[in-house]
């Protein structure tokens, strides 16, 4: 009788794995192996990319400081990463509505939802400009009027809308 009841829970997971894939292949989603799907409210940030503005998330970051007032996850590994594009914040005075600049955007060969973040600091003197992209950013850094600075930190914030 146990192996009866076998042979009948193996059919049944069988005839189960086969309705999952049918389920599968019309819906293209992977059944079960996400979880459910549940809405959670999450802060889109805006940051520029070549004068146009692109949404992303923010979820982990390998600063503790940062974790905490940020109020998402610390973790250590990211320090570890290298080659990731770049991020530019803009720290102290700023021109109005400035925002976060990005080194890259999904569709770029380049892109990687980790990145490597500059903080950006406008010398003495200058009146800021609105600042849109990391080639003006550059640029502004070559003729002296801002400096950039690495700031070993990568952050895990993957862009979610381009444009």
Known sequence: MPGRILAVLAAIAVAAAAVASAATARSGQPLGMLGG????????????????????LLTDVSSKTQASALHINFS????AVKGA???????GRAAAGQIAVLGSEP??????????????????GVRPVL????NQIN????KGKLTVKDAHIVLNAPVTTVG
């Open 107 to 124: 569709g770029e060969s380049d892109y990687n939802p980790l990145w490597e973040e500059l903080f950006v600091t406008w010398k003495a």
């Open 85 to 91: 594009p770049l991020q530019y914040f803009v720290m």
């Open 76 to 79: 250590a590994a990211l320090k």
């Open 37 to 56: 799907v549940s809405k959670s409210p999450q802060a889109t940030y805006k940051g520029y990319y070549d004068g146009h503005k692109d949404g992303y």
């Open 131 to 134: 600042l849109t992209s990391d």
């Open 139 to 142: 640029a502004l850094a070559k």
